[in-house]
């Protein structure tokens, strides 16, 4: 059981890194 909610939890953290990357590219382009 413990194995499933460890998969949800890696797939929240590759959303939050995917999310933050797509952030700071947004940022950059707004500078430029």
Avoid: F, K, Q
């Amino acid at each position: 059981m413990w194995t499933s909610s460890y998969i949800m939890l890696t797939i929240i953290l590759v959303r939050g890194e995917d999310e933050g990357s797509n952030s700071m590219r947004h940022e950059e382009d707004i500078r430029h």
